[in-house]
């Protein structure tokens, strides 16, 4: 199993590329099934997850092709996704898939959609929290569909095709919302989906079904109108840029003391979260060509904060935020509201000397003198990146194991972080 090595203590500078949301490529890859034209997507990250999900569509019948690298272009330019899905050669989606990535559960609406049925397997809780999806059926029994759970599977059926209706969701949910638009573009009439998730990812996969033919109505808010179509065609998007990376090297950048620039994103996709950074004194500013993030010399001050649906502050930045607030100089208080087991990183960056006192669903994080480097170990994607952060600024060896959960969600962030000056290696095995 690979491990990262940090050598700690070197200040960021210079230029990262910010990648292709995973967040949004993992819908608008499955978006694909709603269609038997071809759905060109640029600006895929080189993830696990895009990898994973890639072989989860092959088995229903999509056919994806990765354009080759052009003339000139950098390794740091995404990929191009040609999928197409001709005909769909199975709507079983099974348990060893769906159990390795909980967003192909989200294959179940087009599937349903387009053919009539689907089967797919309940996806089960994982490290951040049980994670329920009756959200997503009942948005489907909404649409017409009858749903039954059959040996931990959701057999859904609509023989005779959805019908809009209004949803309501009870609960903000990114999922759920990406599950009702992709039932209702191709339902009967029209639907009215009520308290949708805002996440820019959200409206990217909106702005992509518009291309493909569907009528999408409130596209950014909490109230998403559709228009039920016969038939979606093939269209050509790009996948926007990933905050929740953005987010992270900014972080990076500031436990640092660094000076970065972020490339190819911007400060739209996450305001919450830079207005917290300036009011803790990193500096932040818009450029052409990204966000420049710098704290040079000043100490950081201690930030209160929840973490919400978009647009406040993401529960994807909650571990990072934590790991930076242990350079801060007095105690910062966060509280997470979306999952509720998601601070499997403080006893880890416990290790390194952080002074976290976990009070049911808040953290009270007391800046430290500094931290050191130790052994740790990644419990899951965005608490892995948290330990790099927190290795990076660390005094010496920081060694992190079990780093496959990085790779779901950061694309090649050692080269990224490496060109900045950080002392960072891969060890395989
Ligand atoms: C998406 O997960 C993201 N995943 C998550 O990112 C992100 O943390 C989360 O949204 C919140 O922003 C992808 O986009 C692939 P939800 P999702 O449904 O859609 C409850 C990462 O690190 N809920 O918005 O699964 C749920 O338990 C990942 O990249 C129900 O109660 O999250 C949670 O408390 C991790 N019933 C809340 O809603 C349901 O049917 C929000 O979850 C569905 C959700």
């Known amino acids: 199993m690979d491990r990262i090595r940090i050598v700690g203590g070197e200040r960021l500078t210079g230029t990262i590329p910010i990648s292709g949301a995973k967040n949004a490529a993992l819908p608008l890859m499955i978006a694909s099934l709603l269609t038997r034209e071809t759905l060109v997507l640029r600006n895929v990250p080189r993830l696990a997850d895009v990898t994973l999900l890639g072989r989860i569509l092959g088995n229903h019948g999509v056919d994806i092709t990765v354009v080759g690298k052009k003339v000139g272009q950098a390794t740091t330019d995404g990929q191009t996704f040609k999928l197409k899905s001709a005909e769909i050669v199975d709507t079983t989606a099974p348990y060893e898939m769906v159990s390795r990535m909980r967003a192909s559960f989200w294959v179940l609406a087009p599937l349903l959609a387009r053919c009539g049925e689907a089967k797919v397997s309940l996806p089960g809780g994982c490290a951040i929290g049980t994670r329920p999806v009756d959200l997503h059926l009942t948005t489907l029994e909404a649409l017409g569909a009858s749903i039954e759970l059959e040996g931990g599977y959701v057999i859904a059926k609509a023989p005779k095709g959805l019908t809009g209706a209004r949803v309501s969701l009870s609960k903000v949910s990114v999922g759920a919302t990406h ?53 979606l065609h093939g269209a050509e998007h790009t996948v926007l840029p990933d905050r929740i990376e953005t987010g992270t090297y900014a972080m990076a950048a500031a436990m640092t003391g660094g000076d970065v620039l972020l490339q190819n994103t911007r400060a739209e996709l996450l305001e919450s979260a830079l207005d917290l950074l300036r009011s803790s004194g990193v500096e932040i500013e818009e450029t052409p060509s990204g966000l420049r993030v710098a704290r040079n010399g000043g100490g950081l001050r201690p930030v209160a904060v929840d973490t919400e649906p978009f647009p406040g502050f993401p529960t994807d930045l909650q571990a990072q935020l934590i790991a930076l607030m242990c350079m801060a100089q007095g105690t910062s208080t966060v509280r997470e509201t979306i999952f509720e087991n998601r601070f499997m990183h403080v006893q880890e960056l416990a290790r390194l000397g952080a002074r976290i006192d976990l009070r049911g669903d808040t953290a009270m994080v007391t800046g430290v003198q500094g931290l050191a480097g130790a052994q740790v170990m990644a419990t899951d994607l965005r608490a892995s990146v948290s330990l790099i952060i927190a290795g990076l600024a660390a005094k010496g060896e920081t060694m992190i194991g079990r780093v496959y959960h990085l790779d779901r969600g950061f694309e090649r962030i050692e080269d990224k972080l490496r060109q900045c000056g950080a002392h960072i290696e891969r060890l395989s095995g």
């Open 179 to 231: 599950n009702a638009l992709m039932a209702a573009v191709l339902a009967r009439g029209d639907t009215l989906i009520e308290n949708a998730a805002r996440e820019p990812e959200v409206a990217d996969v909106a702005i992509c079904l518009k291309k493909m033919g569907a009528k999408i109505g409130g596209i950014g808010s909490a109230t998403l109108e559709v228009e039920g179509v016969g038939h």
